[in-house]
């Protein structure tokens, strides 16, 4: 029973997604040849039966994942990025291999739906943020925060939505020969640099221009949106999963944070901290770097898996790659179904890597 393609981490329409369903995602990953796929959304569990159900219908293995922002409050105290490279402390985290069917109960889910709240809240005053910038702007539409929930989401709302809401009502109200000098009104003189026929790069930019920091819809996120690091590992360890920390490893730069530059301090901080699971977004990282990364930390007894996030708009393989090729070299293929067998022996209640390779194997011959 040999090497199987793995994405491990690919985001769905309950958080923010490339995809406009489950299916689409399976349906490339079957078209790809990935035969191990996970899904990891912000906050939620609520996909888990369908990723189930719709991976059974096509022969692939699922893998149960979740992902959270948390903060460590030693970290930021000290000013240490860790893997956002923008917000010192901030953490964040996923929980690999989680129970199917979901456990999760009793104060850990009030935990899980209060910081889901606690986000979609945010987003919120974002929309309200906007609506008084179109305003503003002489706009005489506004955006129904409560119509983007129910279209655009499921349950789960991105500050990703509100831009894809912006998007889809200004190809409604506006013509296409002054949509140039509409954006150009609302970014405060600045023109639309996309191609107005890309639509995840203008989502982008209306996303950079607006919601982020400086713009004019922006709001900070509430303290309270960030459990303490802590918190997020006993919610994903009540859940069944294993906390797993996500690497960012090298930028374009070449550049690294600074919890991550000294890779053996790194491995040991995670182990101290109660980490046996770590990932990598491989679109991000040169195969060297990623080869290197991932080979010390697999020998050094972590549980290592890749994946893809497909969290923007733009509706990239699933098939993984790095930044500097279009495929994992073999050495990566191998760690990367390593830790998917582990991790699906961990959803069966085993630390047998064989006995994962075994259930992978059964599952999609």
């Given amino acids: 029973m040999g090497i199987v393609d793995v994405n491990a981490h690919l985001h769905t329409p309950y958080s923010f997604s490339a995809f406009d369903n489950v299916s689409q995602a399976l349906e490339m990953a079957q078209n790809e040849g990935v035969k191990v796929v996970g899904i990891n959304d912000f906050y939620s569990l609520d996909g888990y039966r369908e ?24 970290d930021q105290a000290a000013g240490i990025r860790v893997n956002d490279p923008n917000n010192p402390g901030r953490t964040y985290l996923s929980g690999k291999g989680l129970a199917y069917p979901v456990r999760l109960s009793g104060k850990e ?70 949509r140039g000098l509409f954006y150009e009104r609302i970014f405060g003189g600045t023109p639309l640099k996309s191609d107005p026929g890309n639509i995840a790069a203008v989502e982008n930019e209306i ?8 713009g ?15 918190t997020v590992q006993r919610i994903i360890e009540a859940a069944g999963g294993l ?46 770097v990623l080869e290197s990364y991932a080979g010390y930390l697999r020998d050094e007894g972590f549980i290592v898996s890749f994946g893809s996030e497909h969290n923007t708009p733009a509706l990239e393989p699933i098939l993984l790659r ?3 090729c279009d495929h994992l070299s073999e050495k990566l293929r ?14 069966a209640g085993s630390d047998s890597v064989e006995e994962g390779n075994i259930l992978i194997h059964k599952a999609i011959d």
């Fill in 207 to 214: 996303r950079s221009r607006l919601l982020k920091a400086g």
């Fill in 243 to 288: 906390p797993t920390y996500p690497f960012l490893a090298d930028d374009a730069k070449g550049g690294f944070t600074d919890f991550e530059g000294d890779l053996q301090k790194a491995a040991d901080t995670l182990r101290k901290r109660g980490f046996r699971s770590v990932e990598f977004i491989t679109t991000r990282n040169s195969t060297k």
């Fill in 322 to 324: 790095t930044r500097d």
């Fill in 51 to 74: 990723w189930s159900e719709e991976c059974g219908r096509r022969r692939l293995f699922p893998l149960f994942n979740i992902e959270f922002i948390s903060l460590n409050v030693e």
């Fill in 334 to 347: 191998a760690i990367n179904y390593e830790g998917a067998c582990r991790i699906a022996a961990h959803q």
């Fill in 109 to 178: 889910a009030r935990m899980l739906a209060e910081v889901r709240e606690e986000s979609n809240a945010q987003v919120e005053h974002m929309c309200e943020k906007l609506n008084a910038h179109l305003t503003a702007c002489g706009v005489d539409w506004q955006l129904s925060f409560s119509q983007i929930r129910n279209t655009l989401t499921m349950g789960s709302i991105r500050e990703r939505h509100l831009a894809k809401a912006l998007r889809l009502a200004i190809d409604e109200h506006v013509e296409e020969g002054e």
């Fill in 216 to 230: 004019a819809a922006f709001v900070p996120e509430d303290p309270k949106a960030f459990l303490p690091m802590e």
